[in-house]
């Protein structure tokens, strides 16, 4: 099973941008789906996740402004980003957890400029 994340790019402050991740194969018993970011020279952090049920936790610094959704018959997983900062700045992971796997896709750059 691949994770391919897309959705990425350049925004300016106030902005928005929607991330898409899929995966390329049948995935079976999923718990979690999630976004980690990564800034340069930090750690990964934890953005968003939801549950298979459609339970929704975020970090502080994005509730109000990020939604992520599921698509369980796609086994898609999406986070809607609004009111953009330079803080979100970014290479943002999607993350697919189930009782026996822990997926991650790629990465995708996501860009915000003041």
């Known amino acids: 099973v691949q994770l391919q994340a897309s959705g990425g790019g350049l925004v300016q402050a106030g902005g928005s941008l929607r991330l898409s991740c899929a995966a390329s194969g049948s995935i079976g018993g999923v718990n979690l789906m999630g976004w980690y970011r990564q800034a340069p020279g930090k750690q990964r952090e934890l953005v968003a996740v939801i549950t298979s049920g459609g339970s929704t936790d975020y970090r502080d610094s994005v509730k109000g402004r990020f939604t992520i959704s599921r698509d369980n018959a796609k086994n898609t997983v999406y986070l809607q980003m609004n009111s953009l900062k330079p803080e979100d700045t970014g290479v943002y992971y999607c993350?697919?957890?189930?009782?026996?796997?822990?997926?991650w896709g790629q990465g995708t750059q996501v860009t915000v400029s003041s």
């Open positions: 993350n697919v957890v189930g009782v026996l796997f822990d997926y």
